[in-house]
Structures are given as structure tokens and as C-alpha cells.
């Protein structure tokens, strides 16, 4: 666990001052206040902090090592810091890691903090999104997606939940805990038409994880392949929530929730605005190499962009845009 987050050690130089010194010391749990708890996973809890030196607020994950290395979940911490860093310098869509440390038990994730919260929150406090709403923060999320695919990462847990908002009620995908990071020569165009061109799709000789029932995919169900389609599933998943108010698979157990993504048995209520159903039924879809975007190359999902739903996106500018209010 110690190697996972182990990062090199920025010695200070003797050039800066003493006050400037403390920005390239390694930091160490003594330089944040730690307040209230935000966070309470499997194998972390992430607290509010404050930094003492420069007033700043991150949100601090903290893991402990023996809780890692007896559940084998040194990889996962891994795999999480890796694709954070790969994401370092996406300026938008994406928590930052700035920086990780340890001590003798645990290890330590210095996020940036999204002061909104969580997208589910606005889910739940308004009922559903109005038609607007919905497709600004579908296509900041898809904006995030392409990002995140372009460099092989594939998050396998995409949940309203893990969709944060920053103070400028922007989105923020968090939680890498559950990526999947495809290796170099791998990362090609999203998810092959070509059947046997699977070599984008890593199938994993036993389920070595499964997301959040409601979003998980059924080929990550049934056959056991990660493919960035899996979170094009979430995707359409998240789209019918906001619009809706809840998932499209539901049930009162995990396994029968299960049951109905490999039946497809879902609907659409009354009054579900056309374009955006059609959407979603392109990305529902059981074959995940016929999902809507499944067949795209490049760095950018051009067949998603173009479909009616996102009508009036200005894509180029939507992160500078003030977003729609919530309501
Ligand atoms: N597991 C994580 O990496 C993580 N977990 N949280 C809090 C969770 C709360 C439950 N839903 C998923 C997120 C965070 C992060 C990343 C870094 C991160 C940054 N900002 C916030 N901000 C929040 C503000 C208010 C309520 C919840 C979270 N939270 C996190």
C-alpha cells in the first residue's frame, strides 16, 4: 500500500524563503485541519480540509494500509491515483489530485473540493430536471467522458452520486476507486463494431468488480468485458434519472435489479421528452458495440454530439457558460 501512493519527495531548496519553502515540502497530515466527514466508502473516508499554511479547502481521502493490503485492494489505489494524475491537466469535468503523502496506517488523497455536492442531491431536492437543465449537464458529462476515454480510463461506476458539482455548480466526476485504465496500445477508437476487434474491450478472467446495480452495464454482467461502452450505458442510465427522477432498473434487490438490465425491461414514463428517449434507447442498448458512440474514433464522441437531444449545445464554450439554474 505504501508503494501505491508513494510519490517522489520534493526536497525543499534553500532559494525560497521560509514562508515559500512550505509550498515544496512534502505535506504531511499536521498541515490540514480536517473537519466534517463528506465521504464514507469500503475503503476510505473523506473528510473537508482546510490547509494551514494557505487557508485553502480539499476534500482529503484517507485510506488505511492494512484495510488495503488485507482486502487486496493495493491495485485499486493504484489504478485510482494513476488516473487521476492522467487527468491532472484536464482543466475541467474532473476532481484534481494535488498531491498524496502517508504515515505509519494510512495514506492520503488531497483532492480539490466540489463545494455543490452531489448531482443526486439536485436530483432528488427538484424532482427531476427540466429539459435544459438536463442537457447541460448530460453534455458536460459527456465532454468529461470523451476526456477520460481518450487517455483509457473507464470509470465502471458512473452514478449521480459520483457526479459532483463545483462552487460554480459546474460537474466534476469523482471517485476513481473503480477504473479500469487501458493499456497504451489498447487505447484505440471507443469500443470496436468489429467483433473480433475486442482487443479495446478487456475482458477479465473473473468479475473483479462490478459498479452500483442500478448503472452497471450488462456486458460487464454477463461477459465480463470492460469497454468504455460501460459507461456509455451509465450514461443513458443517468439521462433517463435526470430527466425522470429515477433510474431506468430498479428493483428491490440487487439481483433482481440485475435481472431486469439483461432483459432490458424498462419504460419510459408519460410525458418522457422524445429526443431525449431516443437517445437513451442508443444507449441502452445490450450489444455494447451498437451502443450510440460505440463505433466513434478519435478523442471525441462526434455521433453523440450530433444527436437532436443536445440542440443549441455550445460545446467550445459550455465550460464558461453560467450553468442553468437548478429549480
Ligand atoms: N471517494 C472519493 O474519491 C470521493 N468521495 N467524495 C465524497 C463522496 C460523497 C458521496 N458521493 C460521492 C462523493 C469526494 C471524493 C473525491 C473528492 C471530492 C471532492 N468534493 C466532494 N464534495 C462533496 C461536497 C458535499 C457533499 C459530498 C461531497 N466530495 C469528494
Not at 473507464?154 to 457526479?163: A, G, S, T
Request: with cysteine; glycine share 4%.
Amino acid at each position: 500500500a505504501s508503494q501505491a501512493a508513494a510519490a517522489p519527495v520534493q526536497t525543499p531548496t534553500s532559494t525560497h524563503s521560509s514562508k515559500e519553502t512550505y509550498r515544496h515540502t512534502k505535506r504531511t497530515a499536521k498541515d490540514y485541519i480536517f473537519g466534517k466527514l463528506i465521504g464514507d466508502g469500503c475503503y476510505s473516508t473523506v473528510f473537508l480540509a482546510k490547509d494551514i499554511h494557505t487557508g485553502k479547502e480539499y476534500a482529503i481521502k484517507v485510506c488505511e494500509k492494512s484495510h488495503i493490503v488485507r482486502n487486496q485492494k493495493v491495485q485499486y489505489i493504484k489504478r485510482e491515483k494513476d488516473a487521476l494524475n492522467m487527468l491532472f491537466n484536464v482543466p475541467h469535468g474532473f476532481v484534481k489530485l494535488y498531491c498524496t503523502f502517508q504515515d505509519e496506517e494510512r495514506l492520503y488523497f488531497v483532492l480539490s473540493y466540489a463545494k455543490n455536492g452531489e448531482l443526486l442531491h439536485y436530483i432528488n431536492k427538484v424532482g427531476s430536471f427540466e429539459l435544459n437543465v438536463a442537457k447541460f449537464y448530460v453534455a458536460e458529462l459527456l465532454l468529461a467522458l470523451e476526456k477520460m476515454h481518450a487517455k483509457g480510463i473507464i470509470h465502471r461506476d458512473l452514478k449521480p452520486e459520483n457526479i459532483l458539482l463545483d462552487e460554480n455548480m459546474h460537474l466534476q466526476i469523482a471517485d476513481f476507486g473503480t477504473v479500469k485504465i487501458l493499456e497504451p496500445e489498447k487505447i484505440k477508437s471507443p469500443t470496436p463494431t468489429v467483433p473480433e476487434d475486442q482487443d479495446s474491450a478487456v475482458r477479465s478472467r473473473k468479475i473483479s468488480f462490478v459498479g452500483t446495480a442500478q448503472y452497471v452495464s450488462p456486458d460487464l454482467l454477463q461477459n465480463r468485458v470492460d469497454t468504455r461502452a460501460s459507461d456509455l450505458w451509465a450514461l443513458g442510465c443517468i439521462i433517463y434519472q435526470m430527466i425522470s427522477g429515477l433510474p431506468p432498473f430498479r428493483a428491490s434487490n440487487d439481483f433482481l435489479t440485475f435481472q431486469k438490465i439483461q432483459k432490458m425491461d424498462y419504460e419510459f414514463p408519460e410525458g418522457f421528452p422524445a429526443e431525449a428517449k431516443d437517445l437513451v434507447e442508443k444507449l441502452l442498448v445490450l450489444d455494447h458495440t451498437k451502443r450510440l458512440g460505440s463505433s466513434d474514433t478519435g478523442d471525441t464522441y462526434e455521433s453523440i454530439r450530433r444527436h437532436p437531444f443536445f440542440e443549441g449545445i455550445d460545446w467550445e464554450n459550455i465550460w464558461e457558460q453560467t450553468p442553468p439554474k437548478i429549480s
